[in-house]
Structures are given as C-alpha cells and as structure tokens.
C-alpha cells in the first residue's frame, strides 16, 4: 500500500521493473506533480488569500496555479471582479472594474481596495523531509499511474504505458468529477470562453 513518498518510490520501482530507472524516480514523481497540479480539480486544492492591495496591486501566493474569484470590499459588502486583458489595465482610480495577472502579480484597474482571492494552490511537493500530503493520502492511484506515465520516454516501445495512462486519465478525470458533484451537484458544467468551471 501506497502510504507515503518512500513507499511511492518503491511501487513505481517495483511496477518499472528496471533497475536501471531508480535514481529517475524522483524526477518522475516531481514531474508528475506538476502535471497533477495543473489539471486536477480537487477540494483541498482551493484556498483563499486575504488582505489589502498595495498600489493597485495584489502578489500573487508562491503555490497558486489558478484563480478561481477575486472579491473586493465595496461599499455594500463584496463583490466579484472579473479578469480582464493586460492593456485593459489603465491606472483608473475609483473601484476596481476588473483585473489582470501580469507575471507574479495581480493588477488591479482601479484604487487600492480590500480582497478575497479564492485560487488553487499546488500540490504541496513530496521530498524525503516532506513524506505525506493530502493527495497521496486520499488517492495515492494518482501518484502512482502520474508518475508512471512520466516514465515513458524511458520505456520506448513498452505496452504497458498506454494502460498505465488509460489509468492515470480515469483518475484524474474521477477526482474532477467528484469535485464538480460537491461544487455543482446534478446541474450540466456550463462552459464560459470554452473553458468548463
């Protein structure tokens, strides 16, 4: 059993059957938390940011991978901004109208304002000092067939990759799906700027 970053190593070793790749495993692992990062979808991923903007500007958080809303304090409470082209941005003082990322910053066309940023974060890397995080605890089948998966260019002509990333795809594609039940229940994802939410 999949239980932590030591174990993991040992499985995906035990699965390549090739001695050859254990001093790649780490690489293939860190590789596949990258990838994982950027196209799950899942609860413990979202996490919210408060605070003031300084300068029209908001930093954005070290582990974000993708802003979900940004609220600003108005008169009546909080109301959500929306992004907007960078040119858009034009030094305008007033409430903010809108909001664009620019590098590692969110900058804000509008005066300095109080904010709620709800993103997602990364995946918190594993290392030898950092054995467990969230998802290896609750789907350790995604580090497993990710890392797998990362594997293949080593492997050539291997027929196992093709299944191993058949697997990896079924379950990115569960743990998003589990995401948008608790998010949208029943209701159809509806697709704005042909992105789903």
Known sequence: MIVDYGTLQQRVA???????????IPDFIQLAEANLSRELRARKMQVSAAGTSAASVIPMPADCVGIQSLRIATGG?????HPVAPDRINGRSGIPNGYAVVGDQILLNGSDVEYMLVYR???PALSDSNQQNWLIIDEPGA???A???????YLADDARVATWAAQYQ??????????????YGNAPAMVVSGHAP
């Open 170 to 183: 079924r379950t990115v594609d569960g743990i998003n799906a589990h995401y948008d039940m608790e998010n």
């Open 14 to 24: 035990a699965w390549l059957a090739r001695s050859d790749l254990t001093a790649a």
């Open 143 to 145: 580090y497993l067939y």
């Open 77 to 81: 409470g909080m109301a959500k901004i």
């Open 121 to 123: 974060r990364r995946i």
């Open 147 to 153: 890392a797998l998966v990362e594997a293949s260019p």
